[in-house]
């Protein structure tokens, strides 16, 4: 699997999800960085870690 990294925008083939992003119009997308970015990344809710909720 290649994904960008959200943080250094590099594709990388080993990519860690840090964050999902819920979207109102469609399916979430889900971030992902590299494992050199990860560990700097304040770890976001991830898809099986949202609940639903209503949120203003
Ligand atoms: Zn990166």
Redesign the pocket.
């Given at each position: 699997m290649i994904a960008i990294?959200c943080?250094?925008v590099?594709e990388?083939t080993a990519p860690v999800a840090v964050r999902y992003i819920d979207r109102t119009s469609g399916p979430g997308v889900t971030l992902h960085?590299?494992p050199?970015?990860a560990p700097h990344l304040i770890p976001g809710p991830l898809l099986w870690e949202i609940a639903p909720s209503q949120r203003g």
């Open positions: 990294c943080r250094c590099r990388t960085a590299c050199d970015c």
